[in-house]
Structure formats: structure tokens, C-alpha cells
RNA sequence: GGCCUGUUCGUCUAGGGGUUAGGACAGUAGGUUUUCAACCUACCAACAGGAGUUCGAAUCUCCUACAGGCUACCA
């Protein structure tokens, strides 16, 4: 049929909203697609419904797309958009008009002049009665003196695509495999609106015919919506491209993914700290798997491995955790450079975002200091964000919880005499004594809080952990010695003190 | 209601007439450890149900149940 033509795919979305997981995923099969075949890939807005397309979203799923990295190679926001342009669905309103008319005069569609409250009603009226509801072709039977009068009235109409009859439409889909359907199911839709513009099923397969897309990669809601197309294709004389449904994503209540089940926008998950790897890593695995054991694959193997008929057809529910689990993975992974500056990124927004007078001096260090933390924290964190909730006490001021201000009470540690002692032996390092001067390093504070724990006869985790409270405002922090290091003797004497005097009020 | 589609551990999946039904996430237990992680070890856990075909079915066929989609002048 078309073997030999390049392959061109795309992705079309409609602007109604933010770029969610499901949507990401389609966008995503598509590009590796083109990657993987050296073909185009093309992205189409599609925004005919006036009433609910917003102007933002257009921008805000452009943004998430690049973020991606799903660059494409015709379509909107590039400097030149692509010989088949415009690739805007509102730009485009009389090449559908054109192609309805010429349907309606080739008497493979038709003039409806009923108005849509009239067909609500009949609707609702079937399906009170339990009946199927197609239209009644009531406007078909008009003749031609008919039509020419409610013209001339004025009477605004639609256009209907013409279903034939006793008609068997077959195609085969790479996933869900060979579909037949018969005309019989199908109504006489709408293709043209009132109001000029065309409704999905005629946009969506004239784009796809002019714009010469040879494989369709699409969500599988859209499985049903195909056989009309194929009608179209055939009444035009267009030639039919390859399609491939990809099985939903849901929820995890099994549900449609929408606003109710949290973050689903790329853009939240930007926000969180997820990159970009990973997701599309984790967006790979819903309804594709390469062999029994690959989980983690780069974006080229993906490209190399990737088979459009190795897609399964049952439908995914979106496990956070595991998203979570690759990006820690993927963070882990990471070099300290790259993470050093993804997380400077984030803690410098972040420091932005407090009042100066919560901030720290070291505040201003942030960049020689954030390439120290990070070999510290970068098998703790597996978002971005959690990599900033563990360090801020570098940079921002602590203020002790009432649970840390308490959390020695009942225990059977004396907190304070523990602190004194370390803030003493931690005084005592980069005291100029002649030659022998010990440095603020983590290997010299290591050797000198060891030694307090073995004085006290203590374990050494009761010893870190009074001191973690004091220095960090909380039990959990990084790996203490160097932690204490980079905070600095300045700072870390000056929490101690702080936290000694809380106490013991 | 009609049409289309799907159903393997809690989740993502591998397998596609003969397997102890494999892996990953999560969970549990242990190890390591200055906390939290990471890491290592072990464990837990599935072929929706029923008929049929067959020496043999999770795998093929049919039915049922459940789930999803389409049935809009939404996409």
C-alpha cells in the first residue's frame, strides 16, 4: 500500500487542559516510532471545539512536550511549522468545509437542518424506552425545493456523512488485531457543525489524509471511533493508514485517569522533581515490556527495542511507587555533577521562595556547597524534592519542633551533657595550636565524636542522634559527619548552643 | 439498550498446548549500618468462572461474569 513512503506519525492533541500521563504516553509511542523508523514526527492541535479549548494549554502542553524531549519535527512553535500547515485545527476550517461540501455534492453526506435540542430529546426519549438511538435520516428524505427554502430562510444546519448500508468495515489494528464492524451500528454523524467547524471523527481523518500520516498511533478510545474514519477515507478517495490503539491508562482505583487521582499533569511531576528519563522510562512499561526481565532502559534502547506489535491490549493502572522507584534509580545514577545542578536548580527556587530572614549565610554558597552535599544525599532521594527537604537545613534557618524540643524527655539519655561534650571536642578542631592543627574535616569529627561515645560508655547511635536533633531539628538527616562538616564549626556550635538553651528552659 | 475491546501475583508485566508459571515495584523477615536510604538474602503472592477440544489447557473454542471504550453539532 505504502511501504516504501517515510514514515510520518503524530500526535494531536486537544488543548482542554494540561499534558496528562495518558497523553505523554501516546506522544511518546509516537516519537520513539519515528525515531525508530527515521521517520516525522508531527504534532497537530486539535481545538474545534471553541467552547472548551483554552489558549494556555496550548502553551502548557508545548512546554511539557520539550521538557520531554519529544521535539518534533512539524507542527506549532517551530520557526518553520512544516509544508502541510497550518498545523492548528481552527486554522484550517475551509479545508474541512471544502472536503464536506464536495461529500455533500457527491451525495455521500447531506444537509441536516434539525437542531440539537430536537435530537436530545428524541435521544432521550430511546433511551428511556431501552432502544438504540440512530438518527431517523429525516433530513436525507428532503427534497431539493425543501432544502433550497430553509437555505433561503436562513436555517443554520449541520452536515451529515452519509453511513452506507449492509456494509462490512474491516481493519487491522497492530494491537488489538482485526476489527470488523458493520455499517448497520453505525449513525449518520455529524462532520460539519453548525457553526462551520468540523467535529473530531472529520477533522482528525482529513488532517490525517492531507498531512500524509502513515501510522496512527493513538489511545484506544479511539478504537471505536475508527470505522467511521475508515468511511471517510474510503468516501474520499484517501488512502487508509496503519492503526495502532494503545490501551488506556487508569487510575488506581481502576478508574479513567483524571483530576480526582492526584498529580497526573507531566507538569506536576516536573514540578516534584521527577526527570525526564525516568518517566518516559516508566511510561515505556505501561502496555510494553521488551523481554521477562528489562526494566530500566535508556532512551536509545528504547528507540532500538521499542515494537509497536509487542504492545499489549489490556489497559494499565498507574502505580505511583514505581514511577518513584525509577526515578531513584535513575537519580542514583545520575553523575554527582548532573544531580549537583538539577538540585541547585530546585534549592535555589526554593531559597527564592523563603524570606530572607529565614536564610542562612551559607545560604549565599550555594553553589560550592551543593556539590559537596550531593554525594550525600543522592541514595537517599527519590524525587528532586525530597533531595531538597533533606539538605534546606544547610541554607535555611531551623526552628525546633515542639517534638524535637521534647524528644529527650522520657528517654533515658542526657541530651545536654552530651552536647556539651561534643561542642567542646568540636571546638577544639581548627583551634590554632601551633603545628598541630586538626581540621573541621568529616574524618576528624568522626574520630572526635567516637571518642565521646566511647567515654560515655554510649552507644555511638544515641550520640548522633541527640546530635542530629540539635544540629538538623529532626532524627533523620545525611550521613552526620559530613553533614556536620559542611555546615561548618561556626554554625554547628551555634545550633548546639541554640538547642542547649531551648532545653533547658 | 446497541456496537467494539479487554481479564496472569496488590500493581506493571514475561510466557502462548507438557514450566516448581519467570522478573520488577510494593509488602514481610533478616543482614549491613551513625539516622534515613541504598545495597544483599530470603519469603509472600497470580492464570476471573464454567463448559468444550485434547493423552494433556493458563495457553485453542464457546458461554457467563466483571471492567473499559464508542454510541454528542466533545476530542
Given at each position: 500500500m505504502k511501504n516504501n513512503r517515510e514514515v510520518r506519525v503524530r500526535f494531536a492533541p486537544s488543548p482542554t487542559g494540561y499534558l496528562h500521563i495518558g497523553s505523554a504516553r501516546t506522544a511518546f509511542f509516537n516519537w520513539l516510532y519515528a525515531k525508530k523508523t527515521g521517520g516525522k514526527f508531527i504534532l497537530r492541535i486539535e481545538d474545534t471545539d471553541i467552547a472548551r479549548h483554552q489558549e494556555d494549554a496550548i502553551n502548557q502542553i508545548l512546554e511539557s512536550l520539550k521538557w520531554l524531549g519529544l521535539e518534533w519535527d512539524e507542527g506549532p512553535g517551530l520557526e518553520t511549522e512544516g509544508k502541510f500547515g497550518p498545523y492548528r485545527q481552527s486554522q484550517r476550517a475551509d479545508?474541512?468545509?471544502?472536503?464536506?461540501?464536495?461529500?455533500?455534492?457527491?451525495?455521500?453526506?447531506?444537509?441536516?437542518?434539525?437542531?440539537?435540542?430536537?435530537?436530545?430529546?428524541?435521544?432521550?426519549?430511546?433511551?428511556?424506552?431501552?432502544?438504540?438511538?440512530?438518527?431517523?435520516?429525516?433530513?436525507?428524505?428532503?427534497?431539493?425545493?425543501?432544502?433550497?427554502?430553509?437555505?433561503?430562510?436562513?436555517?443554520?444546519?449541520?452536515?451529515?456523512?452519509?453511513?452506507?448500508?449492509?456494509?462490512?468495515?474491516?481493519?487491522?489494528?497492530?494491537?488489538?488485531?482485526?476489527?470488523?464492524?458493520?455499517?448497520?451500528?453505525?449513525?449518520?454523524?455529524?462532520i460539519l457543525r453548525s457553526n462551520g467547524l468540523p467535529t473530531y471523527n472529520f477533522s482528525a481523518t482529513i488532517d490525517d489524509a492531507l498531512m500524509e500520516i502513515t501510522h496512527i498511533i493513538r489511545g484506544e478510545d479511539h478504537l471505536s471511533n475508527t470505522p467511521k474514519q475508515i468511511l471517510i477515507y474510503k468516501a474520499l478517495g484517501f488512502n487508509i493508514p496503519f492503526f495502532t490503539h494503545l490501551p488506556?491508562?487508569?487510575?488506581?482505583?481502576?478508574?479513567?485517569?483524571?483530576?480526582?487521582?492526584?498529580?497526573?499533569?507531566?507538569?506536576?511531576?516536573?514540578?516534584?522533581?521527577?526527570?525526564?528519563?525516568?518517566?518516559?522510562?516508566?511510561?515505556?512499561?505501561?502496555?510494553?515490556?521488551?523481554?521477562?526481565?528489562?526494566?530500566?532502559?535508556?532512551?536509545?534502547?528504547?528507540?532500538?527495542?521499542?515494537?509497536?506489535?509487542?504492545?499489549?491490549?489490556?489497559?494499565?493502572?498507574?502505580?505511583?511507587?514505581?514511577?518513584?522507584?525509577?526515578?531513584?534509580?535513575?537519580?542514583?545514577?545520575?553523575?554527582?555533577?548532573?544531580?549537583?545542578?538539577?538540585?541547585?536548580?530546585?534549592?535555589?527556587?526554593y531559597l527564592e521562595s523563603q524570606k530572607p530572614s529565614n536564610l542562612?549565610?551559607?545560604?549565599?554558597?550555594?553553589?560550592?556547597?551543593?556539590?559537596?552535599?550531593?554525594?550525600?544525599?543522592?541514595?537517599?532521594?527519590?524525587?528532586?524534592?525530597?533531595?531538597?527537604?533533606?539538605?534546606?537545613?544547610?541554607?535555611?534557618?531551623?526552628?525546633?519542633?515542639?517534638?524535637?524540643?521534647?524528644?529527650?524527655?522520657?528517654?533515658?539519655i542526657d541530651a545536654p551533657d552530651i552536647l556539651k561534650r561534643v561542642y567542646k571536642a568540636l571546638d577544639e578542631l581548627e583551634e590554632q595550636k601551633g603545628e598541630r592543627t586538626e581540621k573541621f574535616c568529616a574524618e576528624n569529627i568522626e574520630k572526635r565524636l567516637r571518642q565521646i561515645s566511647e567515654e560515655l560508655n554510649l552507644n555511638f547511635r544515641k550520640v548522633a542522634e541527640v546530635i542530629r536533633i540539635a544540629i538538623w531539628n529532626s532524627p533523620v538527616s545525611p550521613p552526620l559527619f559530613g553533614t556536620i562538616e559542611i555546615l561548618g564549626k561556626k554554625l554547628t556550635l551555634k545550633r548546639i548552643e541554640d538547642y542547649l538553651r531551648i532545653i533547658s528552659q
Open positions: 479545508i474541512y468545509k471544502e472536503f464536506a461540501q464536495k461529500l455533500v455534492h457527491d451525495k455521500k453526506a447531506y444537509l441536516c437542518f434539525c437542531s440539537p435540542e430536537e435530537l436530545e430529546k428524541e435521544r432521550k426519549i430511546k433511551l428511556e424506552e431501552g432502544k438504540p438511538f440512530k438518527y431517523d435520516r429525516k433530513c436525507l428524505k428532503l427534497s431539493p425545493d425543501e432544502i433550497r427554502y430553509s437555505l433561503r430562510e436562513g436555517k443554520s444546519y449541520a452536515i451529515r456523512f452519509l453511513v452506507p448500508e449492509n456494509e462490512k468495515i474491516e481493519f487491522k489494528d497492530t494491537v488489538y488485531g482485526d476489527i470488523k464492524v458493520s455499517s448497520e451500528s453505525i449513525d449518520d454523524f455529524i488506556m491508562i487508569l487510575g488506581q482505583d481502576g478508574q479513567k485517569l483524571s483530576k480526582r487521582h492526584g498529580s497526573i499533569s507531566i507538569e506536576k511531576y516536573i514540578e516534584e522533581g521527577f526527570l525526564r528519563e525516568a518517566i518516559l522510562n516508566y511510561l515505556a512499561l505501561l502496555g510494553w515490556a521488551y523481554d521477562e526481565k528489562t526494566t530500566i532502559f535508556s532512551i536509545d534502547e528504547m528507540i532500538e527495542k521499542f515494537e509497536l506489535d509487542s504492545i499489549n491490549k489490556k489497559p494499565a493502572k498507574f502505580d505511583y511507587d514505581k514511577l518513584l522507584w525509577i526515578n531513584g534509580y535513575y537519580i542514583r545514577n545520575l553523575s554527582d555533577e548532573n544531580l549537583a545542578e538539577l538540585l541547585k536548580d530546585k534549592m535555589k527556587k542562612e549565610e551559607s545560604a549565599r554558597e550555594l553553589d560550592q556547597k551543593i556539590i559537596k552535599i550531593t554525594p550525600l544525599v543522592k541514595e537517599r532521594i527519590k524525587t528532586l524534592n525530597e533531595g531538597i527537604g533533606l539538605i534546606n537545613p544547610f541554607f535555611v534557618k531551623i526552628s525546633y519542633s515542639n517534638e524535637s524540643i521534647n524528644y529527650f524527655k522520657n528517654k533515658n
